[in-house]
C-alpha cells in the first residue's frame, strides 16, 4: 500500500497532492491583484527585497538563468536588465532568463505587464522541472518555495539542473530575529494582511493561507540545512528587514 506525502496548506496538514490543488487555486485568484497586493502588504518593500536578489544573483552576458516559481516576473525584469548592463559595459552573447511558474494563470498576467528580450516564459513544476541536468548558471526562486509541496524535492531540482558552481538563491519570508518584532509580525500579519486581502482582491482565505504558510515554513537556519542536505556548498543566508525576509544562498558542488 503505497502512502501519502504529508505537507501543509497553511495551517492546516494535507497530503502533498491535495496541496499541490490548493496552492494552484490561491495563486490562480490572486494573479490579476498579485502585484497590487505586493506592494500594498509590504508597502513597497518587495521591490527592494526583489532589486537585492537580482544585484546579488549579478547576471552575466551569456549565462542561463532560471527563475523559478516566477510569476508575472518581477525578479526576471530585473535580471534581465542587469544582464543587459553588464553585457553593455562588457560585451558577450545575450543572457537567457527562463521563468518557470506552475501555474499559467501567473505567466499570462506576467506577460501581460511585459517582458524582456533576453526572458522566456514556461509552464513548470519547480519539483520536476521540465530541464536537462547541468543546464544553468544560476537559478532563483523568490517567495515560491514555501508553497511547494515537497520542499526538499525542490531544492534537489534546482541543484540538478544548476552546473557544478552554480548559484542558488531563494527570497522567502522567515524568522524576525527579536521577539518584539516578532510580536509586531505576527500581530500585522494575521490582522491586517488577510483584511486587506478581503478588501482589495475580494478574497481573505487566500491571504489567510499565505500568512499561515509562512508560519509553517523552516526558518533560517532549519532552511540552511536542508540546502546543505540537497548538495548545496557554503549555505548561508542574509536577513532583510530583521529576518521578515531572508535571502538564502548557496552554490551547487
Ligand atoms: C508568491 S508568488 C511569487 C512570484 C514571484 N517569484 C515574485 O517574487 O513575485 C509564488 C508563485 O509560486 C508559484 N508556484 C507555487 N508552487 C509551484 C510549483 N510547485 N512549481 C512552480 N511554481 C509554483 C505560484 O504559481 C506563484 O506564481
Redesign the pocket.
Known sequence: MSEQRQSSFGFRDVDATEK?AL??GV?ERVASR?DLM?DLMSAGA?RLW?DATAARLNPQPGETII??????G??SRRLARLARGAQKRRGGPDAKILL????AE?VKAGIEKGSEPEMAWGV????ALPLPDACADAYV????IR???DVDQ?LREARRVLKPGGRFLC?EFSRPITEALRKAYDAYSFKVIPAIGGAVAGDRDSYQYLVESIRRFPDQEAFAAKMRAAGFGKAGYTNFSGGVVALHHGWAV
Open positions: 499541490v496552492v494552484r495563486f498579485y505586493n518587495h526583489k527563475d523559478c516559481a516566477g510569476g508575472t518581477d525578479i518557470l511558474d506552475y501555474n501567473m513548470g513544476d519547480a519539483m526562486i523568490a517567495f515560491g508553497n511547494v509541496a525542490a527570497l
